[in-house]
T-cell receptor, first 115, second 118 residues
Framework: GAGVSQSPRYKVAKRGQDVALRCDPISGHVSLFWYQQALGQGPEFLTYFQNEAQLDKSGLPSDRFFAERPEGSVSTLKIQRTQQEDSAVYLC?????????????FGPGTRLTVL | AQKITQTQPGMFVQEKEAVTLDCTYDTSDPSYGLFWYKQPSSGEMIFLIYQGSYDQQNATEGRYSLNFQKARKSANLVISASQLGDSAMYFCAMRDPYSGAGSYQLTFGKGTKLSVIP
């Protein structure tokens, strides 16, 4: 079946612009995660949704970062007033339930470059 | 806080040979899960193998096996019969303890870049 998809794959923004990154999880998956991957590093957790509820946003680096999943499927990560330090790959992952044993399946990521 | 350490920034292996990628971890939680993911240059993180802390046997998935040594807190990935398509970044990750907020996010190491030589 279809995996996790993300769009756009690449985004270039001028400093100060707002951006919106989209994630389409695997159909029916309850859990959705956003991660940020800086160049040469492993991914770092940003936020978590269980259906439409955002249960954990402890990894969001500032109040310029906002995420939503209004109908419990597609999710959008929005970054306001982008800064150069926001340049990274943003990865979305989904898992079938909210169980400890679930495997997270990742999308291809969105590479954001802030000039 | 949990920590994952991958000490090999880069590794080379001859095609058809086996290779071991190292991963050590630190946690105070007795119940945890360890994962390995592959990230090709295309960017997608591909799930390879999972090991639970209470699993009696080492996990295996095709050419991938996990050398799990609980007392040493190591979870090394073994790839047998390397192929050119195995060239990629490999990340070890641990599932965080239950945060109370309902999420089981992953903590990743910095990765190892594997290059398979023809």
């Amino acid at each position: 079946g279809a995996g996790v998809s993300q769009s756009p794959r690449y985004k270039v923004a001028k400093r100060g612009q707002d951006v919106a990154l989209r994630c389409d999880p695997i159909s029916g998956h309850v859990s959705l995660f956003w991660y940020q991957q800086a160049l040469g590093q492993g991914p770092e957790f940003l936020t978590y949704f269980q259906n439409e509820a955002q249960l954990d946003k402890s990894g969001l680096p500032s109040d310029r970062f906002f995420a939503e999943r209004p109908e419990g499927s597609v999710s959008t990560l929005k970054i306001q007033r982008t800064q150069q330090e926001d340049s990274a790959v943003y990865l979305c992952a989904s898992s079938s339930h909210a169980l400890r044993t679930d495997t997270q399946y990742f999308g291809p990521g969105t590479r954001l470059t802030v000039l | 806080a949990q920590k994952i350490t991958q000490t090999q920034p880069g590794m080379f292996v001859q095609e058809k040979e086996a290779v071991t990628l190292d991963c050590t971890y630190d946690t105070s939680d007795p119940s945890y899960g360890l994962f390995w993911y592959k990230q090709p240059s295309s960017g997608e993180m591909i799930f390879l193998i999972y090991q639970g802390s209470y699993d009696q046997q080492n996990a295996t998935e095709g050419r991938y096996s996990l050398n799990f040594q609980k007392a040493r807190k190591s979870a090394n990935l073994v790839i047998s019969a390397s192929q050119l398509g195995d060239s990629a970044m490999y990340f070890c990750a641990m599932r965080d303890p239950y945060s109370g907020a309902g999420s089981y996010q992953l903590t990743f190491g910095k990765g190892t870049k594997l290059s398979v030589i023809p």
